[in-house]
């Protein structure tokens, strides 16, 4: 990878702003940089499904881009969501981040054609992209989302691509993350998407986790993060056990809606959704009040 940042430690899967009328708010999104700039995550996604990609159109995306690269502290990894159903779209955008200085592009797979996406057609999207692009290639499994799987032949195949540097699995499965990292090279980095697996998966060799729960607890998501890297077992496995509530009614039941109010409490900016998302009910906040106060407080006795 030569100097490229590394792929390692906790990536918060950014949150986009947007503004009362529904507009891209690129002021708060380089305010929330700036004061993520202070904690110890080691790089940013942007565009990613809690980005809420699927529902922004291209200029959104290379504004959004230029703006957290110009906001990001040097030496932090920047991957931008690059992954669109159309090969040749897939390519453009990847240059836009290449060209921005991105290090690496997080590639979704096509879904929208999903009876004809055999592990054939997906090796090839992938290689095509690979072959074209600037900056290394990550694989983005997602399948609760866009209902297509990367397998792990499709993973094997890949890694032997020089321009294919790793993978996120959003998954949440550990068995599969274990069975991709016993068939690819040493040097494919796979980070998990999921906040509730960040300690097995990296007992079984990931790097770290992408995370929509680094949006808004930042600071546990990188303590439990040092705490598995220093090997201190016992104060990971309670780390991770802390951060399984929140991801299971926030980031799960409530969607990126929970994230975003969550965000709000702790001081960054999360706003409204996009539709056909739709906001939280006063039920909901209340609950993330109370869940969001109880593990703040927490904080002191880890």
């Given at each position: 990878m030569g100097t490229r940042a590394q792929l390692k430690g906790i990536i918060p899967a950014l949150a986009t702003p947007f503004d009362a009328d529904g507009a891209v708010a690129l002021v708060q999104m380089r305010k929330n940089i700036h004061a993520y700039n202070g904690t110890g995550l080691s790089g940013y996604l942007v565009f990613g499904s809690?980005?809420?990609?699927?529902?922004?159109?291209?200029?959104?995306?290379?504004?959004?881009?230029?703006?957290?690269?110009?906001?990001?502290?040097?030496?932090?990894?920047?991957?931008?969501?690059?992954?669109?159903?159309?090969?040749?779209?897939?390519?453009?955008?990847?240059?836009?981040?290449?060209?921005?200085?991105?290090?690496?592009?997080?590639?979704?797979?096509?879904?929208?054609?999903?009876?004809?996406?055999?592990?054939?057609?997906?090796?090839?999207?992938?290689?095509?992209?690979?072959?074209?692009?600037?900056?290394?290639?990550?694989?983005?499994?997602?399948?609760?989302?866009?209902?297509?799987?990367?397998?792990?032949?499709?993973?094997?195949?890949l890694s032997e691509h020089p321009n294919v540097a790793g993978m996120k699995d959003s998954s949440g499965n550990v068995d599969r993350v274990g069975a991709i990292l016993a068939s690819v090279p040493e040097t494919f980095a796979l980070l998990t998407g999921a906040s509730t697996t960040v300690y097995p998966s990296m007992v079984m060799g990931a790097r770290g986790g992408i995370l929509a729960l680094a949006d808004f607890l930042p600071e546990l998501c990188v303590m439990l993060y040092?705490?598995?890297?220093?090997?201190?077992?016992?104060?990971?496995?309670?780390?991770?056990?802390?951060?399984?509530?929140?991801?299971?009614?926030?980031?799960?039941?409530?969607?990126?809606?929970?994230?975003?109010?969550?965000?709000?409490?702790?001081?960054?900016?999360?706003?409204?959704?996009?539709?056909?998302?739709?906001p939280l009910d006063e039920g909901q906040k209340r609950e993330i009040e109370t869940m969001i106060a109880g593990l703040v407080s927490s904080m002191a006795t880890v």
């Open positions: 809690t980005g809420e990609s699927v529902l922004q159109n291209r200029a959104e995306f290379e504004s959004l881009l230029a703006v957290v690269r110009e906001a990001a502290k040097p030496g932090r990894v920047l991957i931008a969501g690059t992954g669109v159903d159309s090969t040749a779209e897939t390519i453009s955008r990847t240059e836009v981040a290449a060209k921005l200085g991105y290090d690496y592009a997080l590639v979704l797979p096509p879904y929208f054609f999903k009876p004809a996406m055999t592990s054939k057609v997906l090796v090839e999207h992938y290689r095509r992209v690979a072959d074209a692009s600037r900056i290394p290639i990550l694989l983005y499994s997602v399948p609760q989302y866009s209902g297509v799987a990367i397998e792990l032949d499709v993973a094997a195949r040092e705490a598995i890297v220093a090997g201190d077992a016992p104060k990971a496995l309670e780390l991770q056990r802390r951060l399984i509530p929140p991801t299971a009614r926030f980031v799960g039941a409530m969607g990126i809606s929970g994230v975003k109010y969550a965000m709000d409490l702790r001081g960054y900016y999360g706003g409204p959704v996009r539709g056909p998302l739709l």
